[in-house]
């Protein structure tokens, strides 16, 4: 079992930015972020590999970015130009032949208009 630890969410107004952080207990392939409404499905916010390549949901793209720093089997999301909608609550994610076989506790982002 992996263990993922999220921080770095909070509150913030419309047009600014957040930085998450993830560390995993381990190295695993792929690490990811999926966020989620109550009552609402998972969404792919966006998902890289050990070797960089990485896939972003549609709503995100060009406002974040996904990197990570092997050597800490951290991965960090990096959100500007937030809008209310991007209010969710963020998991980590994380997995060796998927990214969502391990799953963190989750950090609530907020955006106000």
């Known amino acids: 079992q992996v263990h993922l630890v999220e921080s770095g969410g909070g509150l913030v107004q419309a047009g600014g930015s957040l930085r998450l952080s993830c560390a995993a207990s381990a190295r695993i392939y792929y690490m990811g972020w999926y966020r989620q409404a109550p009552g609402k499905q998972r969404e792919l916010v966006a998902v890289?590999?050990?070797?960089?390549?990485?896939n972003y949901g549609d709503s995100v793209k060009g406002r974040f970015t996904i990197s990570r720093d092997n050597a800490k089997n951290t991965v960090y999301l990096q959100m500007n130009s937030l809008k209310p909608e991007d209010t969710f609550v963020y998991y980590c994610?994380?997995?060796?032949?998927?990214?969502?076989?391990?799953w963190g506790q989750g950090t609530q982002v907020t955006v106000s208009s």
């Open positions: 994610t994380g997995g060796m032949g998927r990214p969502s076989d391990y």
């Open positions: 890289i590999s050990s070797g960089g390549e990485t």
